[in-house]
């Protein structure tokens, strides 16, 4: 099945610091690609995402490119801030039965960010 | 659009004792999710439902716990009796349909066992 390696945490940065957060995936054809972000207390929420190879998703300052020849999927942001401290999980989903998919999600990498 | 909703928020309770946690997922989503997440781990899927019925249970400590999902929307998922090993966030999610889609998270309940 489908599966994603994510870059360990925790990463502490300094405020305006560029951000890179590895994933890389194994799959079985081209799923979409998730970034989902969890702040301190919350639930997580969608990120970004990319729906097919070459595809950029971008929000939030954030962005990721799905690449197939490298099956990764990293998150960068030029400049971080302290409001971006939280826990980021790399996503795809993974097919149960036909149409039917549960999703597998990386380990989560921690992000600290000093001002 | 309200999001998926959860409650309680928190809870605290003495082992082997028994608790219970209720999710409302979004107005028309056909699948919803229960999620375990220890301190410091990624989200573990429990169960996964599509309309009322599970289309995966397999990390599902049944002995233990349990979950449904009456007239395909609300759902509970049930600790009987618990253990240290419990504590954890619970989180619930819904997705539009299948689960390839986006998924929608509510804030989790957060259960210590004593």
């Known amino acids: 099945g489908n599966s994603v390696t994510q870059m360990e945490g925790p990463v502490t940065l300094s405020e305006e610091a560029f951000l890179t957060i590895n994933c890389t995936y194994t799959?079985?054809?081209?799923?979409?690609l998730f970034w989902y972000v969890q702040y301190p207390g919350e639930g997580l929420q969608l990120l970004l995402k990319a729906t097919k190879a070459d595809d950029k998703g971008s929000n939030k300052g954030f962005e990721a490119t799905y690449r197939k020849e490298t099956t990764s999927f990293h998150l960068e942001k030029g400049s971080v801030q302290v409001s971006d401290s939280a826990v980021y999980f790399c996503a795809l989903p993974n097919e149960i039965f036909s149409g039917t998919y549960k999703y597998i999600f990386g380990t989560g990498t921690r992000l600290k960010v000093l001002a | 659009e309200a999001g998926v909703a959860q409650s309680p928020r928190y809870k605290i309770i003495e082992k082997r004792q028994s608790v219970a946690f209720w999710c409302n997922p979004i107005?028309?989503?056909?699948?919803l999710y229960w999620y375990q997440q220890i301190l410091g781990q990624g989200p573990k899927l429990l169960i996964q439902?599509?309309?009322?019925?599970?289309?995966?249970d397999s990390q599902l400590p049944k002995d233990r716990f349990s979950a449904e999902r009456l007239k395909g929307v609300d759902s509970t998922l049930k600790i009987q009796p618990a253990k240290l090993e419990d504590s954890a966030v619970y989180l619930c999610?819904?997705?539009?349909?299948?689960?390839?889609?986006?998924?929608?998270f509510g804030a989790g309940t957060r259960l210590s066992v004593l």
């Open positions: 107005s028309g989503h056909a699948t």
């Open positions: 999610a819904s997705s539009f349909q299948g689960g390839k889609n986006i998924q929608y």
């Open positions: 799959a079985t054809g081209y799923p979409s």
């Open positions: 439902f599509q309309n009322n019925g599970v289309v995966d």
